[in-house]
């Protein structure tokens, strides 16, 4: 799987639907809201931003929910460091993720900046002296178990389940449990009952929520002590 590229097309224009998965993205409606809702509000940011903190993704995709990420963090004046590590399989031609961007062009995101560091190889960018960014290509399956970190905050932001279901293996799940620090969370956009019950199974607090826009429910979790 190493070095394998996203394919893409795209819908409406300028937004992004992976043809493996048959899958946008981000929301036809508003990716950006949604982001903000989901992954954000879903772990409780920037609210408890302080200190150093460490968010892990599942997904690095358009980069959106990290340029979201460091809007927040520079919005919130935090005195820490943002680790933000992103595990990504099919990472995305630095053309295709700046056409992306370019939908959301005057929300005040560092697309520029993402775009200066970029590289499909992934690796470790300081994307400024106060946020770093560490995005691991390859299997999910393997590279989360490899990883040394833990992660105060999980986006688990991979294609619909249906589609995607080795992202949401409950093996992997178990990993993301075993990668949280103590009463670290995790939020997705998916309620799937499977996922559900796997990141029960991996030690988190389940919680099932309203989801973004159309879409009923979500899922958010607390890890147990």
Same mark, same amino acid.
């Given at each position: 799987?190493?070095?394998?590229?996203?394919?893409?097309?795209w819908r409406d224009?300028?937004?992004?639907?992976?043809?493996?998965?048959?899958?946008?993205?981000?929301?036809?409606?508003?990716?950006?809201?949604?982001?903000?809702?989901?992954?954000l509000q879903g772990?409780?940011?920037?609210?408890?931003?302080?200190?150093?903190?460490?968010?892990?993704?599942?997904?690095?995709?358009?980069?959106?929910?990290?340029?979201?990420?460091?809007?927040?963090?520079?919005?919130?004046?935090?005195?820490?460091?943002?680790?933000?590590?992103?595990?990504?399989?099919?990472?995305? /031609?630095?053309?295709?993720? /700046?056409?992306?961007?370019?939908?959301?062009?005057?929300?005040?995101?560092?697309?520029?900046?993402?775009?200066?560091?970029?590289?499909?190889?992934?690796?470790?960018?300081?994307?400024?002296?106060?946020?770093?960014?560490?995005?691991?290509?390859?299997?999910?399956?393997?590279?989360?178990?490899?990883?040394?970190?833990?992660?105060?905050?999980?986006?688990?932001?991979?294609?619909?389940?249906a589609k995607n279901?080795?992202?949401?293996?409950?093996?992997?799940?178990?990993?993301?449990?075993?990668?949280?620090?103590?009463?670290?969370?995790?939020?997705?956009?998916? /309620?799937?009952?499977?996922?559900?019950?796997?990141?029960?199974?991996?030690?988190?607090?389940?919680?099932?929520?309203?989801?973004?826009?159309?879409?009923?429910?979500?899922?958010?979790?607390?890890?147990?002590?």
């Amino acid at each position: 799987m190493q070095n394998q590229m996203a394919d893409l097309a795209w819908r409406d224009g300028d937004v992004p639907v992976s043809t493996r998965f048959d899958d946008p993205y981000f929301s036809l409606e508003n990716g950006l809201a949604e982001t903000r809702y989901v992954f954000l509000q879903g772990n409780g940011l920037p609210q408890r931003f302080q200190g150093d903190f460490h968010i892990g993704e599942l997904g690095f995709g358009t980069g959106l929910s990290f340029l979201t990420t460091v809007q927040a963090w520079e919005a919130a004046g935090c005195a820490g460091k943002l680790h933000f590590t992103s595990f990504e399989a099919f990472p995305m /031609a630095p053309r295709d993720m /700046a056409k992306a961007l370019g939908a959301f062009e005057g929300a005040g995101l560092r697309a520029s900046d993402l775009a200066a560091i970029w590289t499909p190889e992934g690796g470790v960018f300081d994307l400024t002296p106060s946020v770093s960014l560490n995005v691991i290509i390859g299997d999910a399956r393997e590279t989360v178990a490899r990883w040394h970190g833990r992660a105060d905050a999980w986006y688990l932001d991979g294609f619909s389940p249906a589609k995607n279901p080795e992202l949401w293996d409950a093996r992997l799940m178990a990993e993301v449990g075993s990668h949280t620090a103590p009463d670290g969370s995790f939020a997705t956009y998916t /309620a799937a009952g499977f996922v559900r019950r796997a990141l029960d199974e991996a030690g988190f607090d389940v919680e099932r929520i309203a989801g973004f826009g159309r879409k009923r429910h979500m899922t958010r979790g607390v890890r147990r002590p």
